[in-house]
Nanobody, 125 residues
Framework: QVQLVESGGGLMQAGGSLRLSCAASVGIFSSYAMGWFRQAPGKEREFVAYITLSGGPTYYADSVKGRFTISRDNAKRTVYLQMNSLKPEDTAVYYC??????????????????WGQGTQVTVSS
């Protein structure tokens, strides 16, 4: 069974940077596109970023475009989310997930079959 483990979250002041990592437990990681989602308190989980299995193209939510960068290292079975110019509204639990073609569009939760447990990101003003 695929397991995804996020790390790198924490507390940061507005304007700062964090890099999230998501490590996959099995070697089939390189055969799948991956995505990041986030869920803020009292809000629904929302799409953040997506990356194809080859590392490109990438897609982003409008709210993070130009500030966040998704990347992957297939040899390490890891996907990253570099977050720059952080804002208080970026505060959320961030989840990585494996995209399953045919289940939904890349920005839809139902398009993903495996999810990590999440890592908390808190941005103070």
């Amino acid at each position: 069974q695929v397991q995804l483990v996020e790390s790198g979250g924490g507390l940061m002041q507005a304007g700062g940077s964090l890099r999230l990592s998501c490590a996959a437990s099995v070697g089939i990681f390189s055969s799948y596109a991956m995505g990041w989602f986030r869920q803020a308190p009292g809000k629904e989980r929302e799409f953040v970023a997506y990356i194809t299995l080859s590392g490109g193209p990438t897609y982003y939510a409008d709210s993070v475009k130009g500030r966040f960068t998704i990347s992957r290292d297939n040899a390490k079975r890891t996907v990253y989310l570099q977050m720059n110019s952080l804002k208080p509204e970026d505060t959320a639990v961030y989840y990585c997930a494996r995209y399953l073609p045919g289940s939904g569009l890349y920005y839809q939760q139902r398009g993903y079959d495996y999810w990590g447990q999440g890592t908390q990101v808190t941005v103070s003003s």
